[in-house]
């Protein structure tokens, strides 16, 4: 059983997260084109469960404080993000945003029971045992980048996870879950450390999936 969010991350498959062979053709430019179109169809579909755990844990909550920080990276999903998707789809091989179909796929169906799950089951702590690995995977990649590469859906979707907003939003995260850690339940800290592992491993399943075709 987890002491602490860095033994949760320890307990999960993270490195296989952050190291992966897709994040590391991101990072030097060599990821196929219609790979990463694939990946970004995929990952738009998912933006949809995204911004709906967000407002479960706007909800959810403890403080108008926390509330008011989980409503500003909802705000950045469906603004911000979603201009970016807009973007780069007109730039990818395929049909534009509003002819495409996006489909999550099976990892992204297995992500929304993940995400239900953790909200019918549990409270702020298994909310945040979802949510802050889901990001924080993303901040740790994106930021081992030196260089982005070009053209810009590249350059633009590792600077969008590595940047100083970014990075403070999931520190808070983190600070938030090891909060909720010292004060649930064994068997509640038992159930978070399940939920978090199981959140690494599907975002390993993700990047798998974009792959698989290529």
């Known amino acids: 059983m987890s002491d602490g969010v860095e033994a949760l991350r320890d307990a999960s498959a993270w490195d296989a997260a952050v190291r992966h062979e897709f994040v ?22 998912f933006v949809e469960t995204l911004a709906s755990h967000v407002g479960h ?5 403890p403080t108008m404080a926390a509330k008011r920080r989980f409503s500003e990276f909802l705000a950045t ?26 489909d999550a796929g099976d990892v ?8 239900a799950h953790a909200a019918a089951t ?4 298994e909310t945040l045992a979802v949510l802050c690995p889901v990001e924080w995977v993303y901040l740790e990649w994106a930021s081992a980048v030196e260089d982005p590469p070009e053209p ?16 403070e ?38 990047f798998d999936a974009a792959l698989a075709d290529s």
Request: proline residues 3%.
């Open 24 to 45: 590391g053709g991101l990072a030097d430019g060599t990821l196929d084109a219609a790979v990463f179109r694939d990946y970004l169809e995929r990952d738009y579909a």
């Open 108 to 115: 992204g169906a297995a992500f929304a029971d993940c995400f």
């Open 169 to 206: 939003f999931v520190t808070w995260l983190r600070a938030e879950l090891e909060r909720e850690l010292e004060r649930v339940s064994a068997r509640r800290a038992a159930r978070v450390e399940r939920l978090f592992v199981r959140a690494v491993d599907l975002e390993v399943a993700f």
């Open 57 to 61: 844990a706007v909800a959810d909550a």
């Open 152 to 167: 810009f859906h590249y350059r633009r979707w590792v600077e969008m996870h590595a940047n100083a907003a970014f990075r």
């Open 77 to 102: 999903v469906v603004g911000p993000e979603d201009d970016y998707f807009e973007r780069a789809f007109d730039a990818l091989p395929g049909p534009a945003l509003a002819d495409a179909d996006p």
């Open 122 to 125: 549990g409270g702020y702590a």
